[in-house]
């Protein structure tokens, strides 16, 4: 594996009327000021090294982030049937095949503590 950053600065000759030698025969021009590089390489262990280290945190993110959409989706499954039980049993008590909940019983109207 082998990397390598470079960077120029250039400066841009325009022609000048003060100069005469600049005004007509002159093309415009860009005349390089500064140049940079460097270059550096990894061996092969080293590379298997980062590579290495780097599929491990890719694939435990991949993880992380199907593992929170198999969560998401179970608690989305387990509200809709809790849901679905209490539509259920709303439909059963208004039609009088099941006796009437202790929670909305009308003969229960006294304090829970004295």
């Given at each position: 594996m082998r990397a390598a950053k470079r960077i120029q600065i250039n400066l841009r000759l325009v022609r000048n009327?003060?100069?005469v030698e600049t005004n007509?025969?002159?093309p415009l021009l860009m005349m390089p000021v500064f140049w940079a590089s460097e270059e550096g390489s990894l061996t092969k262990s080293l590379a298997n090294e980062f590579k290495e280290k780097v599929y491990v945190a890719k694939y435990g993110m991949e993880g992380?982030?199907?593992g929170g959409?198999?969560?998401?989706?179970l608690v989305f499954l387990t509200m809709t049937l809790c849901f679905?039980?209490?539509v259920i049993q709303q439909c059963r008590y208004r039609r009088g095949n099941q006796?009437?909940?202790a929670a909305i019983?009308?003969?229960e109207d006294g304090p829970l503590l004295n």
């Open positions: 009327s003060d100069f007509s025969t002159m992380a982030v199907w959409v198999g969560l998401g989706g679905l039980g209490l006796r009437r909940p019983n009308p003969d």
